[in-house]
């Protein structure tokens, strides 16, 4: 049995991109056994994949994650190890890890020092000496030739002769929370638009803005929308709290009731387990580039409409899925958009 470990404790939207790959993994040996490293946030979704035999989640200190770790480093030996979070932590956690093939992505920029230009790569030298296979990731967002991510991951897998059978997102909902939605929920209607607003809408200027909301008014006579929210301060808020209803997850004490008299109803502090199932129920989902919202709907078959400003486009363009039901529409004309 060959025995995998794979660091990946950054956000959630970036564990779904990366879920590929466990698909790939678990097709090309016929018996493997995946450690996955995760972080306390991303664990909430990772549980569910049934690719992964066992969980070890970090904290992303140094010092408690190696007294955490030190039985692995020790005991065990493994095949083959992923670091491809980026993570600093994770580059010298997996130094320490003994195992056959190391794999991971370096990642570069050019930067001007004066009359110069050199490129400073991370990990440094002698970090990188320790990985056997790895890729480059540039992060100057205008090369298109090595900045997707998704497609990275494949070229890793690609280097170890690896098949490649599957590229799309896997996402596995979470079955207690299903029989949350059912017994909360059960009142929504069949058929809804999901927008989704976390704090990247507090960068709108005052145009943006009111065009977003223009737009939500708009939707709303013809469509039943949902809107969800992100943690954090959303200063869209108190002109939402205007026009909907904005339900606190936390706070609610019954089923919640649909009013189709305004076509739309607002939920803050939604379990991202919970959040999913809104997501697999939707029309369409709508967002401004919410890694969750993004990845997970592709897995899920979900059409995805990506609000962004124009200066945007080139650094969403290395998340987007390889297979998805994929739009974009620049908030600047917005008020054009028809869905």
């Known amino acids: 049995m060959k025995k995998i470990i794979i660091f990946k404790t950054d956000r959630v939207g970036d564990f779904v991109n990366f879920s590929p790959c466990l698909k790939i993994l678990k097709d090309n040996f016929n018996e493997c056994h995946i450690t ?3 972080s306390k946030y991303n664990y909430q979704i990772a549980k569910n994949y049934k690719e992964i035999d066992n969980f070890i989640i970090i904290k992303k200190s ?37 195992s056959k093939i190391k794999s991971s992505i370096f990642f570069y920029k050019y930067v001007n020092f004066l009359i110069f230009k050199y490129k400073r790569i991370r990990p440094n030298y002698f970090l990188r000496k320790l ?5 480059f990731c540039d992060e100057d967002y205008n090369n298109k030739l090595n900045t ?22 896997i996402f596995y909902l979470d079955e207690n929370s299903g029989k949350q939605f059912n017994s909360i929920f059960f ?57 909907l209803n904005i339900i606190d ?3 609610r004490i019954s089923p919640i009731k649909w009013d189709y008299s305004k076509n739309i109803l607002g939920f803050r502090n939604l379990p991202l387990n919970l959040l999913a199932y809104f997501i697999a129920k939707s029309e369409a989902n709508i967002s401004m580039h919410s890694g969750s919202i993004v ?45």
Not at 88 to 97: E, P
Not at 148 to 163: G, P
Request: glycine share 2%; charged share 30%; with cysteine.
């Open 36 to 38: 996955l490293v995760c």
């Open 249 to 251: 997850y936390n706070d």
């Open 62 to 98: 140094l010092f408690v994650d190696f007294f955490k770790l030190r039985k692995i480093f020790k005991l065990e030996y493994f095949d083959y190890l992923f670091q491809v979070d980026g993570n600093k932590n994770s580059y010298i956690l997996s130094s320490a890890i003994k």
């Open 131 to 135: 990985f056997d296979n790895f890729e």
């Open 187 to 243: 009142d929504l209607p069949k058929n809804f638009l999901l927008m989704h607003i976390d704090d990247k809408s507090n960068r709108l200027n005052y145009k943006q803005r009111t065009m977003m909301l223009d737009f939500i008014n708009k939707v709303k006579k013809t469509k039943n929308v949902i809107i969800t929210f992100g943690l954090g301060n959303i200063e869209l808020n108190k002109e939402l709290e205007k026009i």
């Open 295 to 339: 990845h997970i709907s592709a897995a899920l078959d979900k059409c995805i409409i990506d609000l962004l400003e124009k200066h945007k486009n080139d650094e969403v363009d290395r998340w987007i899925p390889v297979i998805s039901n994929y739009r974009r529409v620049e908030l600047d004309k917005l008020n054009e958009f028809e869905i």
């Open 148 to 169: 997707h991510y998704q497609k990275i991951y494949f070229k890793l897998m690609e280097n170890l002769d690896f098949n490649i059978l599957h590229k799309k997102n």
